[in-house]
């Protein structure tokens, strides 16, 4: 092993046996040492890796596997497992002494997603979560037209700056159970940000809008489940800022307490994508 040192963190050239690659495995793989740090195995990743190895492909190409200061696994879980399934050994260079911070930052051929940052940080329902943290990103960026995303570290400032998306996620999931006419994480982002109107009236809204009881014909609720429950059963669908727009729509005359004959927003007459939330 030849070895250097960078500041706290120690860097190494490794020939990781089966051996090695089962021991520094048995270190994460146990669930109540590291669920919160490895992604869900990817079946895909690890054959591909695998057979590189058994064929004799597997190339050095500068990636390496990374422990914290605490010594636990923070990157290369597919390729020891690959190591373990090929039973040969591979080169690799390894960094022990990571900052934990770091983790976050990692970016490898298997790239994690947001989901897969929270999954590993021992968050409950972290796909929805990591949903409703990219709308309320998006939302305060003015970015709900785009394809952008937050990266992990821009999420991880969203959830903790909005503590609230935690409560916003847990009450869309149990108004969901009554129908699935939005998006979980979608609507899970836009409670959060209707409950900095009025949270009372944000956690009703959603019931309503899931649950449709006591709706009466001018509802501005009713109005939308309509369009949305005819969307389900139309071949043309509303785009995502379309139907953001209704939904906001449907809020602002609810909150101020706004009966309606008709549920419409057009952005080329009011000059703006979705309306102002009231």
């Known amino acids: 092993m030849n ?5 706290e963190t120690r860097i190494e050239f490794v020939v990781v046996t089966p051996e ?14 590291c669920s919160h740090r490895q992604r869900k ?8 890796y695998s057979l590189d190895m058994k064929a004799g492909d597997w190339i050095v190409n500068g990636e390496t596997i990374k422990f914290d200061k605490k010594g636990q696994l923070t990157d290369g879980q597919h390729r020891l497992i690959a190591c373990v399934d090929a039973g040969v050994s591979f080169g690799s260079y390894v960094i022990w002494d990571v900052p934990t911070e770091s983790f976050f930052t990692i970016d490898t051929g298997s790239a994690r997603s947001n989901r897969d940052i929270f999954t590993m940080s021992g968050y409950n329902n972290a796909g929805i979560l990591a949903t409703a943290t990219s709308f309320v990103w998006k939302y305060k960026n003015k970015k709900l037209h785009t394809n952008s995303v937050p990266s992990p570290s821009q999420a991880f400032s969203v959830l903790q700056e909005h503590g609230g998306l935690y409560s916003s996620v847990a009450h869309i999931c149990s108004c969901a159970k009554k129908s699935m006419l939005l998006p979980i994480g979608s609507a899970a982002g836009m409670h959060y940000i209707f409950s ?49 727009a209704l939904i906001i729509v449907a809020w602002n005359n609810y909150v101020s307490n706004q009966d309606i004959g008709v549920l419409r927003w057009s952005s080329k007459t009011r000059g703006q994508r979705i309306p102002d939330i009231t």
């Open 3 to 7: 070895s250097a040192r960078l500041n």
């Open 196 to 244: 900095e109107t009025d949270s009372e009236k944000a956690d009703m809204f959603f019931e309503l809008v899931y649950s449709g009881e006591g709706l009466h014909g001018k509802s501005p609720i009713l109005l939308l489940r309509n369009r949305l429950i005819n969307e389900r059963v139309s071949k043309t669908k509303m785009k995502f800022i379309d139907k953001i």
């Open 41 to 48: 195995i990817k079946p895909r990743v690890v054959d591909k």
């Open 20 to 33: 090695i690659a089962s021991e520094w495995l048995s270190n994460v793989i146990d669930e109540k040492k």
